[in-house]
């Protein structure tokens, strides 16, 4: 019996570091989604004039998954046709901080607003403050991400020397 709660607290205390280890590379893995969005929704805007909505159901499966349903929030607001709040365009999404939420708020606020050109700038500049974003999450990644998962472990291999 006590062999089998060793076994359960050291898989336990890595699965809670790999738990924590996957936060910091879900919210890199999203600011690099979020930059091939704004990417493809210059060039869609620039050359072939589709709509938003078009734009948006012809993203890959990929960005959908790693945007972590912000476009599908952000297809059923067009569709609604009513204001973008915080609380709609991140339902379900709690990995960004207050200050990216604005800005990514901000960003798909301004998209189909002003007429092609200036959209397209804008489209540049929110894709500059995304890179920062990315570089920062990546950055973090690579720094706790696999901390947690030593931390786990470690933690793991030090509760298993203290039940036994």
Avoid: H, P
């Amino acid at each position: 019996m006590k062999w089998i709660l060793i076994a359960i607290v050291f898989i336990a205390c890595i699965i809670i570091g790999y738990v924590f280890s996957l936060k910091y590379k879900r919210r890199a893995n999203f600011f690099k989604a979020l930059i091939l969005l704004s990417q493809k929704l210059d060039i869609g805007i620039n050359f072939s004039r589709e709509r938003l909505q078009n734009l948006f159901a012809g993203l890959d499966e990929g960005i959908k998954k790693d945007l972590n349903n912000l476009t599908e929030n952000y297809i059923s607001y067009l569709q609604e046709n009513s204001d973008l709040t915080s609380e709609k365009l991140f339902k379900g999404i709690n990995l960004l901080k207050d200050n990216e939420k604005e800005i990514v708020l901000m960003f798909f606020k301004m998209l189909g607003r002003s007429d092609v050109e200036s959209q397209s700038k804008e489209i540049k500049n929110f894709e500059i403050r995304f890179n920062e974003f990315s570089s920062k999450a990546n950055e973090e990644n690579k720094k706790y991400g696999g901390l947690s998962l030593k931390m786990g472990l470690i933690i793991g291999l030090m509760s298993t020397v203290i039940l036994w």
